[in-house]
T-cell receptor, first 116, second 117 residues
Framework: DSGVTQTPKHLITATGQRVTLRCSPR?????VYWYQQSLDQGLQFLIQ???????AKGNILERFSAQQFPDLHSELNLSSLELGDSALYFC???????????????FGPGTRLTVL | SQQGEEDPQALSIQEGENATMNCSYK?????LQWYRQNSGRGLVHLIL?????REKHSGRLRVTLDTSKKSSSLLITASRAADTASYFC?????????????????FGQGTILTVHP
């Protein structure tokens, strides 16, 4: 158990819908990262937050957004869902934003999203 | 695009044998990390090696890093059936003109390791 929790574990929804994935980082971790894992794209970095502020963006679609709240939990919002959005969505956390120290990122169990 | 490329894509061995997986990457890095993923589950961090390190050990794991060749290898000694999983390398890029990488990890496609009892 990494100490990172994600809810829900599974989500089945229809195209065009909007969903919210939730992540609680490990106690004491200030950075939260979101990754998407799909069969065709592999593991892709989406976005990072540090202590409530967005710090880095990756291959995140405009239909997706995220935020980190004062209690440090984070939510990833996916809207206008398409079949291709079906994937495993992982949240990870680390102690601090890195300046090259190489903080270990601890991954949650993931949310499996199925868009029908 | 994926920074790291693992080789081989799949590896099948018998219990007790050693397993070696390789990872190549394209840009300068701050560190390289190896993760394990059991079928469809979360990623488990195995080991982190920094760009100024050449070798690291953790239990039955040995990781090497050759920054001149932009490659790393993960060796699992005396493998067990419980080692069956997918193994990913992930790189954190070095800071360039744009500043620090802020911890963004770029993953390879992974090596699927099967250890037969």
């Amino acid at each position: 158990d990494s100490g990172v929790t994600q809810t829900p574990k599974h989500l089945i929804t229809a195209t065009g819908q909007r969903v919210t994935l939730r992540c609680s980082p490990r106690s004491g971790d200030l950075s939260v990262y979101w990754y998407q894992q799909s069969l065709d794209q592999g593991l892709q970095f989406l976005i990072q937050y540090y202590n409530g502020e967005e710090r880095a963006k990756g291959n995140i679609l405009e239909r997706f957004s995220a935020q980190q709240f004062p209690d440090l939990h984070s939510e990833l919002n996916l809207s206008s869902l398409e079949l291709g959005d079906s994937a495993l969505y992982f949240c990870a956390s680390s102690v601090a934003t890195t300046t090259g120290r190489g903080d270990t990122q601890y991954f949650g169990p993931g949310t499996r999203l199925t868009v029908l | 695009s994926q920074q790291g490329e693992e080789d081989p894509q799949a590896l099948s061995i018998q219990e007790g044998e050693n397993a070696t997986m390789n990872c190549s990457y394209k840009t300068s890095i701050n560190n390289l990390q190896w993760y394990r993923q059991n079928s469809g589950r979360g990623l488990v961090h195995l080991i982190l090696i920094r760009s100024n390190e050449r070798e690291k050990h953790s239990g039955r794991l040995r990781v090497t890093l050759d920054t001149s060749k932009k490659s790393s290898s993960l060796l699992i000694t005396a493998s067990r059936a419980a080692d069956t999983a997918s193994y990913f390398c992930a790189t954190e890029r070095g800071s360039g003109a744009g500043g620090t990488s802020y911890g963004k990890l770029t993953f390879g496609q992974g090596t699927i390791l099967t250890v037969h009892p």
